[in-house]
Nanobody, 113 residues
Framework: QVQLTESGGGLVQPGGSLRLSCAAS????????MGWYRQSPGKERELVAT???????DYANSVKGRFTISRDNAKNTAYLQMNSLKPEDTAVYYC???????WGQGTQVTVSS
């Protein structure tokens, strides 16, 4: 069984930065695409960024140039570096391990002055 644990969320002012982490148990991390999603109240969950096992990255248009997804296979951990945060980035952020479709419990990010 795979478990994903997100951390790094919190309250930040507009223009600030946060780095989210997603630590995975199990032995499938290095061969799986990883993704970050987010969900705001009253909205559907949306894809933020993905990174393949080979390191290819893709981003939602709303975060391009501000967010960076990365991974450390030695640590079984994926990251989401979020810069120039905006109030509209406020959401619960979830990580997903595509192989087997596992999800973390989510971490709250609030961007507010």
């Amino acid at each position: 069984q795979v478990q994903l644990t997100e951390s790094g969320g919190g309250l930040v002012q507009p223009g600030g930065s946060l780095r989210l982490s997603c630590a995975a148990s199990g032995r499938h991390f290095s061969v799986s695409t990883m993704g970050w999603y987010r969900q705001s109240p009253g909205k559907e969950r949306e894809l933020v960024a993905t990174i393949t096992s080979g390191g290819a990255r893709d981003y939602a248009n709303s975060v391009k140039g501000r967010f960076t997804i990365s991974r450390d296979n030695a640590k079984n951990t994926a990251y989401l570096q979020m810069n120039s945060l905006k109030p509209e980035d406020t959401a619960v952020y979830y990580c997903r391990l595509y192989l087997g479709d596992y999800w973390g419990q989510g971490t709250q990010v609030t961007v507010s002055s």
